[in-house]
């Protein structure tokens, strides 16, 4: 017997809006629903299942922050600390009108970039470099941090929210440095691992890829759905000798790994009985650093790698409308992934439709 929530999304598939979708509720004891819809593959009729790997983009930068927020923990990274305490060669500068107005000059910010203000995205970095082109993992993630050092600056550090790759990509090179290990290996050691994420990476394996769920967007008349690649990152995507980390958003990952992640949040730091971040850190990592800012998905407010709902929830959407959510309020987590650049009539009101439900069956 099809679930309230696999009722309600399957019209969205079935006017062609939605091309499938996996939806998971947990609890912070288990996962409660965990639901898949529609197509991974349209075109070859490939059912969606509850194991599909997606591409979860920008919800890869709470792995980040955690990241940074594990060796602020041990004492071994300050939030409040320039950036070039860590990174010396870090020395970005800013554009400023001469005082006759004649001519553009670079000049040092009035204060330099902090280890918060580059997870809170107050940095004033743009959001990626130049060399990040035509896609964002071609480069070693030193050799794109030292680009973003010769970016000018957009605004003066502290003063202004401007969501930036290149902050979070920064900060995720200091954990390299004070770590001494790539940035993909701490996080194995200190988080997947020990979480038991066997499916968050990036670099999908064969096996993963052919679980891969297939990306839309809306065809040109926004009446039906076409596929299409991407475009961020370099195919093939098992590719480890061109493609490289990407912490501000290059991961895949499955629901029931995210889930694990978002319970250990929603427990206040632990899951299973092991211990991974204080209260205090969730705290600070959920705190409101950027005053108010519109960040769509529900989201009115940025943390330190998390944004935030005026309701006390936090999380991230990712790039190809994907989204996790704690909600210490309700005593829920939510996951919900899909793979679309825009959607097909009211495609965009599945995510509403499965978010209410949760709520409405699940909430303590």
């Known amino acids: 017997m099809a679930s309230d929530i696999t009722r309600v ?12 979708a996996v939806a998971l ?20 009729q ?43 060669e870090f020395n970005p500068r800013i554009m400023v009108a001469s005082p006759d107005g004649t001519q553009v000059l670079l000049q040092k910010p009035r204060h330099p970039i902090t280890v918060r203000q580059l997870l809170g995205h107050r940095s004033g970095m743009p959001f990626k470099s130049s060399l990040e082109t035509p896609t964002l993992d071609l480069f070693p993630l030193a050799l794109r941090v030292k680009s973003y050092a010769l970016e000018p600056l957009m605004t ?12 979070i990509n920064t900060a995720a090179h200091i954990v390299e440095v004070v770590s001494g290990m790539p940035f993909e290996e701490f996080l194995q050691r200190r988080l997947l691992g020990p979480l038991g994420m066997t499916d968050t990476t990036f670099w999908p394996s064969a096996a993963q890829v052919a679980r891969l769920a297939k990306c839309y967007k809306p065809n040109a008349a926004a009446t039906d759905l076409e596929e299409t690649t991407i475009s ?17 958003g290059g991961l895949f990952s499955t629901a029931s790994d995210l889930v694990k992640f978002c319970r250990m949040l929603l427990n206040g730091g632990t899951l299973a009985g092991r211990h991974f971040l204080s209260a205090n850190s969730i705290q600070e990592l959920t705190r409101n650093q950027s005053g108010p800012a519109d960040l769509g998905y529900g989201y009115s407010a940025y943390g330190l790698g998390f944004e935030l709902q005026a309701s006390g929830a936090y999380g991230h959407p990712g790039a190809c409308a994907t989204d996790m959510t704690i909600d210490p309020g309700h005593g829920l987590v939510t996951i919900w992934l ?3 650049v825009g959607f097909a009539g009211n495609g965009a009101k599945s995510e509403a439709a499965f978010q209410q439900l949760a709520i409405r069956d699940f909430a303590n």
């Open 25 to 44: 509720v947990a609890s912070r004891d288990k996962i409660l629903s965990l639901e898949a819809v529609g197509y991974a593959d349209i075109a070859h």
């Open 232 to 248: 961020q990152l370099h195919y093939p995507l098992t590719d480890r000798s061109l493609r490289y980390p990407m912490p501000g």
């Open 156 to 167: 003066e550090p502290g003063t202004e929210f401007s969501y930036s790759n290149a902050g």
């Open 46 to 88: 490939k059912r969606m299942t509850t194991d599909a790997v997606f591409w979860v983009a920008s919800m890869s930068k709470p792995f980040a922050s955690t990241a940074v927020m594990l060796l602020a923990e041990e004492g071994k990274v300050r939030l409040d600390d320039p950036v070039g305490k860590y990174l010396p």
């Open 338 to 340: 899909v793979q679309h």
């Open 9 to 20: 999304l399957q019209p969205f598939v079935d006017r062609h809006e939605l091309a499938g």
